[in-house]
């Protein structure tokens, strides 16, 4: 069976600062990894996934994330944040071939001037 | 070009009473994929629905929870006899395909409040 941890609740960072938020994942099997983005009362928005190739994958909004399969983690990056980034992340993973997507807790990243 | 519709957004019912909860897949979408957010939790996968067939049920409680994609018109999550446990955000997400190299576009969610 798989889970998702992240390692932070929350995390607060200054505007202008660079910001990485953990993912770690356990699975028997390969798995697909995703970021997603929840603004206060909406739904969620994909940042970026990992399905195959390359383990760096660049995402919308200047993120980027890394597979590391052998420390099975895929966290989260971003050199320089905005007020507008202050939301919830989720990651997620995939190894159903439906596509069911199984979460982590989630990530609160709170950016101050 | 719409995206993923979800109605109510705001739901509130006594214990006891139905919560009927509707999402609209965005335009050319027949899957359909809903999912729970308890307070201070991530998202957790309830059911996964092609039109008018269920295709995987495995985080639906196995009582007073039901859901459908007929052919025509909305998917609807139902949920009976309401319980305080069951206060949640309510999500459904749609994509074209049911597979994880097709994006799941999700809807603005529908906030469940049991008094």
Redesign the interface.
Known sequence: AQS?T?LDSQVPVFEEAPVELRCNYSSSVSV?LFW?VQYP??????LL?Y?SGSTLVKGINGFEAEFNKSQTSFHLRKPSVHISDTAEY?CAV?E???????????TQVVVTP | NAG?MQNPRHLVRRRGQEARLRCSPMKGHS?V?W?RQLP??????MV?LQKENI??ESGMPKERFSAEFPKEGPSILRIQQVVRGDSAAY?C?S?LA???????F????TRLTVL
């Open positions: 998702v992240q697909y997603y009362n909406q739904g969620l928005q994909l996934k399905l989720f995939s159903d071939s439906w596509g069911k997507l199984q979460f982590g807790a989630g | 993923v899957h994929y999912y201070e939790e991530g998202l957790k996968f996964y295709i995987d999500f997400a994509s049911g597979d994880s190299y097709n994006e799941q999700f809807g603005p969610g």
